[in-house]
């Protein structure tokens, strides 16, 4: 089963624009966490967020949490077409596992 | 730093045979993970190791797959025998931490049964 549910499942946008996608989660969280996954390759670690936070910042990466709403949102800020991967949220369901959603295909269209 | 190593990258093998993944994670890192990737979704545990340990295997379908880290250092994920819907990718990661800290990805191994 999948705590995390990213939406849109796929996105396709201009090199330039900014791409926005969103994971909600059914149970409490201690953290959240984005990951991204070129094809064909393992994930990497973009962003951990914990529960006692709103907002985290990393380069062209803005990540949001809403613990009362359940969701977090990732903000890649004048994609490029390197961006163009699956990204992941991943919750760690009481703290006993972590779970993926099934993911966004973001495609960065030159 | 070197990352995590797996291998093979790729295995392609008829029903009912054997295969076996091999994971090293980066080093110091106590928490070894096996995950699964389906196509168009996203990983799910099937074990985690807290050092030697496998402190959850509940997602394990223990009558064809087993796991071992010995030493709590590599570990080795075993498929006897592989069926046709076991083709999927694996995905061994680590952290030096527990669940909730970064998790660092291997390449993953992509599994073909026919």
């Known amino acids: 089963s999948q705590q995390g549910e990213e939406d849109p499942q796929a996105l396709s946008i201009q090199e330039g624009e900014n791409a926005t996608m969103n994971c909600s989660y059914k149970?409490?969280?201690?953290?959240l966490q984005w990951y991204r996954q070129n094809s064909g390759r393992g994930l990497v670690h973009l962003i951990l967020?914990?529960?006692?936070?709103r907002e985290k910042h990393s380069g062209r990466l803005r990540v949001t949490l809403d613990t009362s709403k359940k969701s977090s949102s990732l903000l890649i800020t004048a994609s490029r077409a390197a961006d163009t991967a699956s990204y992941f949220c991943a919750t760690d369901k009481g703290a006993q596992k972590l779970v993926f959603g099934q993911g966004t295909r973001l495609t960065i269209n030159p | 730093e070197a990352g995590v190593v797996q291998s093979p990258r790729y295995k392609i093998i008829e029903k009912k045979q054997p295969v076996a993944f091999w994971c090293n994670p980066i080093?110091?890192?106590?928490?070894l993970y096996w995950y699964l990737q389906n196509l168009g979704q996203g990983p799910e545990l099937l074990i985690r190791?807290?050092?030697?340990?496998?402190?959850?295997d509940s997602q394990l379908p223990k009558d064809r797959f087993s796991a071992e880290r010995l030493k709590g250092v590599d570990s080795t994920l075993k498929i006897q025998p592989a069926e046709l819907g076991d083709s999927a990718v694996y995905l061994c990661?680590?952290?030096?931490?527990?669940?909730?800290?970064?998790?660092?990805f291997g390449p993953g191994t992509r599994l073909l049964v026919l």
């Open positions: 080093s110091g890192h106590n928490t």
């Open positions: 190791y807290e050092n030697e340990e496998a402190v959850d």
């Open positions: 149970t409490s969280i201690n953290n």
């Open positions: 990661a680590s952290s030096f931490g527990g669940v909730g800290e970064t998790q660092y």
């Open positions: 967020i914990r529960s006692n936070e």
